[in-house]
């Protein structure tokens, strides 16, 4: 059974930092490029960024390159996101998701994404 599992939202303060971070079961983690989207109120699931199935490989979406950070660890089946910096407009609830197709790198579509954690909520005060 596939189960992914955000953990580390809260509420922080404009220029502080968060690190989420997703812990993945149910499948070869280490085969699969994972994601990290967003979701803010009224608004339509945003893409944060990706990461190779290795790692070495990363894609951020133009809001938040320079301050955001994917890494992962492959013995552990976590994938995480430094988020620093931090601004009201990155209050959303934020997904991991996991690739459909195995050995690809992530793209920006969600549907490129099979497999979705329950999201934590992320708010960062002005």
């Known amino acids: 059974q596939v189960q992914l599992v955000e953990s580390g939202g809260g509420l922080v303060q404009a220029g502080g930092s968060l690190r989420l971070s997703c812990a993945v079961s149910g499948f070869t983690f280490s085969n699969y490029a994972m994601a990290w989207f967003r979701q803010a109120p009224g608004k339509e699931r945003e893409f944060v960024g990706a990461i190779g199935w290795i790692g070495g490989r990363t894609y951020y979406a133009d809001s938040v390159k320079g301050r955001f950070t994917i890494s992962r660890d492959n013995n552990k089946n976590m994938v995480y996101v430094q988020m620093n910096s931090l601004k009201p407009e990155d209050t959303a609830v934020y997904y991991c998701?996991?690739?459909?197709?195995?050995?690809?790198?992530?793209?920006?579509?969600?549907?490129?994404?099979?497999?979705w954690g329950q999201g934590t909520q992320v708010t960062v005060s002005s």
């Open positions: 998701a996991a690739r459909k197709i195995p050995l690809l790198m992530g793209g920006p579509s969600p549907d490129e994404y099979d497999n």
